[in-house]
């Protein structure tokens, strides 16, 4: 299959600029995170710095090579028990474990010379360790041998070289947080850090200088990261369990959904939007992190939003991202630790706090019938490649000084170089037991620990490169045949991003995979500019469900329609301009550099009329589409990044929600917030005045119609969809027609029909409708086209316009059409019965007779009378001789009717349920 390179450049480059270490420093908490051990100063020789007994005494000591507890740091108990320690590598020859009582500015207080199983892990177990404890390692190989006259403190003790032969890169200098830690202290560069005149810098090998230091010698412990050890039970709530076709995805970052300060009017905001009630202010101090999204939840549910997907959540290196201009790392794709909820985004930063958390805000999600799915980043990790062409410089933080060969991917003939075909410097070495096993272990921890309902694996294809050393993609490759095992065992999602740099497998992923469907993207991208020419696909191929990829690959709910992403442009900004401004553009909303030059976008000639119609027709296409729709946060409102397609690097308002954009007619022409670049005017106003985004009304509406419709959520191929030309004839080319009738029979799947009309052609097409079925007709219940902004374009079917004889599309727009019954009352059918309390009726009563006779004696004073419709859909009214017509509730009467003394006449007027069939019952008492 042709690889699409101009596609992957959007990702790849903000990768790759997120790998460089920004040295700034900006205003953000310094406090230094702790726990309840004392500082103590190390007395004795390496490895031996423990007490004799109770607490932090090593527990049964000459047993630990023999033992098989797992890795990661695990209490046998409680918090306060033992702790049981294990940490993978098979080319370590000697591994200390280190207990610190301080994440920063302290030397370790006890550490331990761990032991070596026939399993390659290195194990200690410590006595009744207090709960939150921090520790860390620092490990010897080949290319750095132990040595006695090694010592904390920059020695070079040992030193042979910084990688050898066989690619290891031990380095006793550099601590080493736990790769299966369930949180991680704080990133390799924070505030604190730069304030003390440090940088990132300290953490490389390499013969370079550091502070007037060989760098490899540079002793990093009072600043390294620091493993957590904690046991936490916090419950994340019923799963929802929400069958695979439904899904209705919206990508979302967490900082950027609630961190711009509308988040704290959101009542006052959503006002009067039916389905929204619930939704509540988010405090400020809130905002942008896990409790917020959790409160968030009932917007999402009132939305129509059954399924959030977030941005990275994985600890990732943001603790210096600025916010007053470009730089660091918002989307968070450089992944340090895999069990480890970053803590930037928790309220609650303390030790422990961000497990908490995240579980809370997922029970919140599954309080509201939605699932929480991760984008999860295996592919590489945050310690990037080489920092230079000797070779010799690299990150050295975790995996890397744990064990580099097992960890990473290397070139067969130069182990000091990496093969990766990520663009950020290294490739996880997949094809590794020990590695396909920590990630499957990861994907469980979140499952079963964490709540967490699917993944997206982000550059997906290097989880099937198994084979070293060419590393070629494996479709069979063991560890996605393990991770596809784990949607049955453990009711999950697991999408694939099915391309890396090196190739593009689409529909080639195992079955039970899900699939990123880029075909479907760039096909509809360029159909809806008036583009047939398709993408691998056709427009049409793309809207049917991708037959021809995933028929065989699990159907049509293994295929996940996107048009837009995070990295790329948002809606608005593809309907609004023909290029990126990236480079052009001042904070908040830029500058950046990278992003894809291959966009198939179209700014509308500039037309805002124009541009508010197209981004309609993206949505109804979408929604519409037999497959997954997965959204993007702000979309539903036409969120803006003033044409930056790639802002990998912004932490503003450019990347945040701001939902005053909701309670305006003309959303762009808001204020931003904050100072600096303001909003691009891209849409103006919608023609209805009346305060409210109608953008927004459209897409809620339109994401709810998907959600209650059998036929707009099918996970295969059973309901027959028809493709022909607008006047309904034969020879329809979904690579050539740009005017489409689609016919949608959802009658074969117990639903209605469903009738559209695309037109994406310069000039207005009539169009007819095809035959409904016996007893229907059409209804049109929406217009994308602009003259129907009056009515926000959607019409409830009840009160819809009945479609009779031909059409005429508008240029650039969509109709869509439902099949509903007609209402009719049924000839001489009017009413099954009818009859009066203390009398009876002559003749006697038949549903083609309209005049009857009653008597009663004079001593009864009223009567009720009582009338049975035979059309569930008609209206019944009674009238006493020439009075006004009542209603009759339930078929009866409100009240007694009073008689007067001779002859009175009652009627009953059954009104059809079409609003204009009447018939008379008339009865004279």
């Known amino acids: ?48 710095n423990y007490p004799a007994s109770g607490a932090y005494s090593p527990v049964n000591q000459a ?3 023999t033992q098989t507890w797992p890795v990661g740091a695990n209490y046998v108990g409680a918090e306060g028990t033992n702790l049981r320690i294990g940490v993978y590598s098979a080319n370590a020859t000697k591994m200390l474990l280190e207990i610190y009582s301080s994440a920063t500015g302290v030397e370790a207080s006890y550490d331990y010379w761990m032991t070596k199983g026939s399993d390659n892990v290195w194990r200690a177990e410590i006595a009744s360790v207090p709960g939150k404890a921090l520790y860390a390692f620092r490990a010897w190989g080949p290319n750095w041998p132990y040595n006695t006259a090694w010592t904390r403190n920059n020695s070079a003790s040992g030193f042979i070289s910084d990688v050898d032969a066989a690619g290891n890169r031990f380095n006793p200098n550099k601590v080493l947080y736990d790769p299966y830690t369930r949180e ?136 210096i991202n600025p916010d007053t201009g470009s730089g660091g790392n918002f989307w968070g794709y450089m992944t340090y630790g895999y069990f480890a909820p970053d803590r930037r985004y928790a309220y609650d930063k303390s030790l422990g706090g961000p497990t908490k958390e995240f579980k809370e805000m997922v029970k919140a999600f599954h309080d509201q ?12 990790t945050g310690e990037g490649g080489n920092w230079d062409a000797t070779k010799k410089t690299a990150e050295v933080t975790s995996f890397r000084g744990l064990d580099n060969q097992t960890y ?45 309902d699917g993944f997206r694996f982000d550059l997906a294809p290097v ?20 991770i596809a095992a784990m949607t049955t065992t453990y009711n999950v999602e697991m999408v694939a991003e099915a391309w890396d ?9 195992p079955n039970k995979w899900a699939e990123w469907n880029g075909r479907y993207r760039d096909a509809t991208r360029k159909f809806l500019k008036g583009d047939t020419s398709g993408e691998g696909i056709s427009y049409s191929d793309g809207f049917y469900g991708d037959f021809g990829n995933f028929n065989d690959q699990g159907g049509a709910r293994k295929s996940v329609n996107f048009i837009v992403a995070h990295d790329g442009f948002t809606l608005a900004d593809l309907v609004s301009y023909d290029s990126k401004t990236n480079t052009a553009r001042l904070w908040p909303f830029g500058p950046s550099d990278g992003g894809s030059d291959s966009n198939q976008s179209w700014g509308s000639g500039g037309d805002q009329n124009l541009r508010r119609q197209r981004f309609r027709n993206f949505w109804v296409w979408q929604i519409f589409s037999r497959g997954l729709p997965m959204l993007v946060y702000g979309d539903e409102f036409a969120r803006t990044q ?52 109608g953008l927004f009304l459209f897409t809620k509406n339109l994401i709810n119609l998907r959600k209650g419709a059998g036929a707009l959520r099918q996970g295969d191929y059973t309901m027959p969809i028809y493709f022909s030309k607008a006047d309904g004839s034969a020879g329809y080319n979904g690579y050539s027609d740009r005017a489409v009738r689609i016919h949608m029979d959802g009658s074969a799947v117990g639903d209605a029909d469903y009738l559209l009309f695309v037109n994406m052609w310069t000039a207005q097409v009539s169009y007819n409708a095809p035959t409904p079925d016996a007893g229907k007709k059409w209804v049109r219940i929406l217009d994308t086209s602009t003259w129907a902004e009056s009515t926000n374009n959607y019409w409830p079917e009840a009160s819809a316009w009945t479609l009779a004889g031909a059409y005429g599309q508008n240029a650039w727009s969509i109709s869509v059409y439902k099949s509903v019954d007609i209402n009719q009352v049924v000839v001489n059918a009017d009413l099954s019965s009818l009859s009066l309390s203390g009398a009876s009726l002559s003749p006697a009563f038949a549903a083609g007779t309209t005049a009857y006779t009653s008597s009663v004696a004079n001593a009864v004073a009223s009567t009720t009378i009582t009338a049975v419709k035979a059309q569930a859909g008609s209206t019944l009214q009674y009238q006493v001789g020439t009075g006004a017509w009542i209603a009759l509730t339930s078929g009866t009467a409100s009240g007694a009717i009073a008689l007067n003394v001779g002859a009175n006449t009652l009627n009953v007027k059954v009104t059809g349920s079409d609003g204009t069939t009447v018939k008379t019952y008339s009865t004279t008492v």
């Open 463 to 482: 989880l099937g490169r198994d084979f070293a050393p060419n590393y070629g993609f494996n479709a069979g490759a063991g560890l996605l045949s393990d």
């Open 642 to 693: 003033n044409g930056n397609n790639n802002p990998y690097n912004i932490d503003s308002v450019a990347t945040w929600n701001n939902y005053n954009q909701i309670a305006s007619d003309n959303p762009h022409s808001i204020s931003t917030g904050t100072t600096g670049e303001a909003y691009h005017n891209n849409f103006g106003a919608d023609g209805l005045a009346d305060g409210k985004n």
């Open 1 to 48: 299959m042709k690889v699409k390179y101009a596609f992957y450049s959007i990702f790849l480059t903000s990768l790759i600029l997120a790998c460089q270490s920004p040295l700034q420093i900006v205003d953000a908490p310094t406090s230094i995170i702790s726990n309840s051990l004392e500082a103590r100063a190390l007395t004795q020789g390496v490895g031996l």
């Open 369 to 380: 019938g939605i699932e929480v799915w991760l984008d999860v980043v295996y592919n590489h």
């Open 184 to 319: 991680m202290s704080h990133d390799k560069e924070t505030p604190a850090l730069f304030a003390a005149g440090h940088d990132g810098g300290m953490f490389g090998s390499g013969d370079g200088l550091y502070k007037t230091i060989v760098r490899r010698n540079y002793d990093t412990a009072k600043w390294a990261p620091k493993s957590v050890a904690i046991k936490d039970a916090t419950s994340f709530g019923i799963k929802p369990a929400i069958p695979e076709k439904d899904s209705i995805i919206y990508e979302a970052h967490v900082r950027g959904l609630t961190q711009h300060a509308s988040s704290s009017s959101l009542t006052t905001i959503l006002s009067g939007i039916p389905g929204l009630e619930a939704v509540a202010n988010i405090p400020a101090a809130y905002r942008g992190t896990y409790k917020a999204a959790g409160l968030f939840a009932p917007y999402l549910k009132g939305l129509g939003i059954n399924v959030i997907e977030l941005l990275p959540v994985h600890e990732t290196a943001n603790d």
């Open 501 to 509: 740099i090196g190739t593009y497998q689409v529909g080639n992923f």
């Open 408 to 452: 990473y991917a290397l070139v067969g003939t130069d182990k000091a170089s990496y093969w990766e075909t990520t663009g950020c410097g290294n490739n996880v070495n997949t094809g590794n037991p020990a590695v396909s096993t920590l990630i499957k272990d990861s994907l469980k921890y979140f499952i079963n620990d964490m709540g967490v």
């Open 63 to 65: 047993q630990w090579g």
